[in-house]
């Protein structure tokens, strides 16, 4: 079974301080540890807020799992290129830079807003049930037809600059807990088509994350019982005078979904 990365580099790093402390050898200086969080709002932390101003329209918080992880297991150099609104091409085009041959952890969220999630949001919302439905089959028909070959090309990307990498894609939680709490908003049969969505566009992920190699680490069980209209929210519902904030995750749903499962994952 392969050990990750970074449990290796730990197991390497005591066993070296062991031959020094019990004179078999010279220890030997540690390679530095590199990790390199890409992708979406959902790995920049959209929703969690405390927002880095200096990372402007992307919106990363220290609150997202990918500078959680790193805040607790200190790898010597940590790159957050995460994005809001990120598509396949936005990573292709804008944060790869980081990745180089030394890079041991990569995460990444991506495939969202490329299968137009916000976009599917905003008409089961505002129209019709039939309507909604009707978009998130035409979703579904783009995940099926296009969204394959656009995760292969940042998929393959990934593997050629960080050839010798643990890559982490991690996918996305299930929005509603069905004939739960909610009294008002979407149709049960809107919130039903939704979720079928996340779980579609989740296994095409996951088929080509393994096909290249890579770990897919699904959130959709970390997320049972904290979805919209469970009371115990790890997501943002609509929210009017936030919107970009809108069916993303809380600060706990960053924190006790996502860090969890990647925590695992890497």
Not at 79 to 96: E, P, W, Y
């Amino acid at each position: 079974m392969r050990m990750p990365r970074f449990a290796a580099l730990a197991s390497a790093l005591l066993l070296a301080a062991g031959a020094a402390l019990f004179g078999a050898g010279p220890a030997t200086a540690a390679a530095d540890f590199g990790y390199v969080a890409l992708g979406d709002s959902y790995s920049s932390g959209v929703g969690a807020g405390n927002y880095d101003s200096a990372s402007g329209n992307c919106k990363r918080t220290p609150r997202a799992y990918p500078a959680l992880w790193a805040a607790a297991h200190s790898p010597q150099t940590f790159s957050f290129a995460a994005c809001s609104g990120a598509r396949t091409g936005d990573v292709m085009s804008g944060q790869l830079a980081p990745l180089n041959a030394g890079t041991d952890l990569v995460s990444i969220t991506i495939g969202g807003n490329d299968a137009g999630f916000s976009d599917v949001m905003t008409t089961c919302v505002l129209q019709s049930e039939a309507t909604c439905v009707s978009r998130v089959n035409q979703a579904k028909a783009y995940v099926d037809s296009t969204l394959p070959g656009q995760l292969d090309q940042v998929y393959n990307a990934i593997h050629s600059r960080s050839p010798g990498a643990r890559v982490v894609v991690l996918g996305y939680p299930r929005f509603y807990k069905l004939n739960g709490t909610c009294v008002a908003g979407l149709s049960e049969g809107e919130r039903k088509a939704i979720n079928g969505a996340s779980d579609y566009l989740n296994a095409a992920i996951a088929k080509r994350a393994a096909d290249h190699g890579f770990t897919f680490a699904s959130v959709a069980g970390a997320f049972t019982g904290h979805e919209i209209c469970s009371g115990s929210e790890w997501l943002h519902s609509l929210n009017w005078l936030n919107i970009g904030e809108s069916y993303h995750p809380t600060a706990a749903g960053q924190s006790s979904g996502y860090l969890p499962v990647f925590t695992n994952a890497a």
